[in-house]
């Protein structure tokens, strides 16, 4: 494990939270955000307040099962002394699963090599209390093995402008998508994709044109023409995010020891 | 399937519910119940309001997977029509996942010859904001081997005194448990217990006892001894409700049809 050499730690933590009650990550005015309530408990603990770098925006309602950040302090408490401390200080739908320290250059942004994501899919002809706000409720009949065959047709490097809701902001749009694999079990369908960096809301229109795969609007061979396409309107529409979770952040050995 | 001979039907809904909002079952004053919110339901589709018979009064926040109850009405819309109407007037934390007619002579609670209770127990070392309301989270040792041996204990026909919030009410204590078994997936430790019927906090207070038993403070052959005291005293502590799920409720088929 990395040694910090002086009081200007960096360390890592890994969240694990429920969206539901933030709107998104990112702090804003007038509304509640995960960083903002995490920076309110990292503050109670060490007496000022760090600026915490996350290692994506999420969307308001989504989730995550494993959410990468990191912060700067001169503290000396042990990581296992801030641990317990920061889940004291948490709302119970936010934890703090890891701490660490890290090299001075870890930065949980720019560091991170690729992500994978989750997003739940209910199947149920009945809603599910239990999967409300944790799954999208989809009571029509799925041809799962149609949306498999389509998923081959996103691995790859492409550039996935079909698959970003248009900001304008984000010049190079090529990314690789290196898993997308479908579970289920019972009822619950899992949707699970893992690229090096995801566009503005790849991953809910990728689900959007699977289900549209399934009703039999987009053909299950044609996914190649809709990346290829570069334009949102091909694609599916987005879906919901309640049934996003993101799953794993991974960062390259090099940077974190 | 059973078809009604009149225009006084006698109809059976299994629910699925959330109990995290509300205070229980039955119906009180100054407080949101499942049996209010559901005769509310009903009454915007039947047009006026069927008292509705409970299998079982829940405690708050425990909550159902399967909860069976009972009502009668003239109405002469048929029982899918009937699912649909009132899974779109009740809120998401319910659904009705099941709706028959039955005979004039069934009971939703006396008519029930036996009923299964799932209480989960999360032994992760830190929070899961996903479990949070939904298992008890014990960051201790568990020694699951003694859990279960103490668990034979409990099978068989007894006087449960020891395993019932005594309010006096009851005089009859004797219940037969036909079922007590622990399953254990990752951090998740779910205990399935199932009886001709229960008393009031029985189940909690089992799953107090076997945690008492994981500590050593209640020997895993202690539990004869327990049993035979049949005195609340003598068991463990009443374990939270947010753990508790009825799961499934048997009725003999003659009942039924």
Not at 80 to 98: C, K, Y
Not at 146 to 164: K, L, V, Y
Not at 222 to 231: G, L, Q
């Amino acid at each position: 494990m990395y040694e910090p050499t002086d009081k200007n730690r960096n360390i890592l933590l890994l969240l694990r939270f429920d969206g539901t009650a933030y709107h998104g990550w990112q702090v804003q005015k007038n509304a509640v955000t995960v960083q903002q309530v995490l920076q309110d408990a990292l503050e109670a603990v060490l007496g000022s307040r760090p600026g915490v770098t996350g290692c994506s925006r999420t969307d308001a309602g989504v989730h995550a099962c494993e959410y990468a950040c990191n912060f700067r302090t001169s503290s000396n408490i042990p990581c296992d002394g801030l641990l317990r401390a920061f889940n004291a200080s948490l709302p119970a739908d936010i934890a703090v699963t890891a701490c660490r320290d890290v090299p001075e250059r870890f930065h949980a942004r720019y560091s991170a090599a690729g992500k994978e994501y989750i997003y739940k899919i209910y199947n149920g002809e009945t809603r599910d209390p239990f999967l409300e706000g944790y799954a999208l409720h989809y009571p029509y009949r799925l041809d799962i093995p149609a949306m498999r065959r389509a998923a081959g047709g996103f691995i790859g490097r492409h550039d996935f402008s079909s698959f970003c809701t248009s900001n304008g902001s984000v010049a190079d749009r090529v990314r690789e998508v290196t898993l997308l694999e479908l579970g289920s079990k019972g009822a619950l369908l899992t949707v699970r994709v893992r690229a090096d960096g995801f566009l503005y809301n790849m991953v809910r229109i990728i689900v959007g044109t699977l289900l549209n795969v399934s009703q039999g609007r987009i053909g299950e061979g044609d996914i190649p023409d809709v990346i290829a396409a570069r334009s949102r309107s091909c694609a599916g529409p987005t879906a919901p995010p309640h049934g996003l979770y993101l799953n794993r952040v991974f960062y390259e050995a090099e940077a974190m020891n």
